[in-house]
């Protein structure tokens, strides 16, 4: 019974403080990628035609809240940043909260959800990016990063951290899910390292 104790210590401790990292790490990319593109913004001004000798201006001003793939993309990469926080809060300072069977897999289900979420809103954004980076001829949508380079530049660095968030949520649900046969897994060494008393 010590044994098996023990072990399961040990894998839970282990497993716990690579989640650890994980999650910090996760929290970090979702968090740069919705706080980089729900700063992008950039203005520019134009020159749109001639009167005369004399030319017409116009400026113009590209923002994420343009595009509701890229609003989507904010608040989901918020929701999972906070997602995150929280069971890096739980894990830190829960210490004295039992983790059960039932909340090893509500945990599990909730990263799982959270991949879905934020592997839709990259996808969503990745392909209005490159909508704005080569446009689409056949709709006639003219491209907008040859005019806005800098705006197109921070929506690809928030998009980068929004896959590798994405690779590591996977990682974390994959995690997740081994957690859970854990209790298992200690039950049956439990089971074969308990001596058989026969009366």
């Known amino acids: 019974m010590a044994v098996a104790k023990l072990v399961l210590a040990a894998t839970s401790g282990k497993s716990s403080k690579i989640l650890l990292g994980l999650r910090v790490l996760a929290f970090s990319a979702t968090l740069s990628a919705a706080i980089v593109m729900g700063l992008n913004k950039e203005t520019k ?5 001639n009167v005369g000798n ?30 995150n926080l929280l069971m890096i809060a739980l894990q830190l300072f829960g210490g004295k909260t039992e983790l059960t069977g039932f909340r090893f ?14 592997s839709a809103a990259a996808n969503a954004a990745a392909f ?7 446009g689409n001829k056949h709709a006639r ?8 380079a800098t705006y197109c530049d921070h929506g690809a660095g928030a ?4 896959f590798a968030g994405v690779v590591l949520m996977l990682i974390i649900s994959a995690v ?12 049956i060494s439990t089971a ?3 001596p058989s008393v026969v009366p």
Not at 45 to 49: I, L, S
Not at 143 to 148: A, G, L, N, Q
């Open 45 to 49: 001004t134009f020159v749109v035609g």
């Open 54 to 83: 004399t030319p017409i201006k116009a400026t113009f001003t590209a923002k994420f809240q343009h595009t509701p793939a890229f609003v989507y993309f904010v608040v989901a990469n918020a929701m999972v940043s906070f997602h």
């Open 105 to 118: 897999l509500s945990i599990a289900i909730l990263d799982m959800l959270n991949v879905t979420l934020i």
């Open 128 to 134: 209005m990016a490159e909508v704005g980076k080569n």
């Open 141 to 148: 949508w003219d491209k907008i990063c040859d005019r806005f």
């Open 159 to 162: 998009l980068i951290a929004a």
């Open 176 to 187: 997740s899910i081994s957690r859970l046969v854990q209790p298992t897994k200690c039950s």
């Open 192 to 194: 074969a390292a308990s």
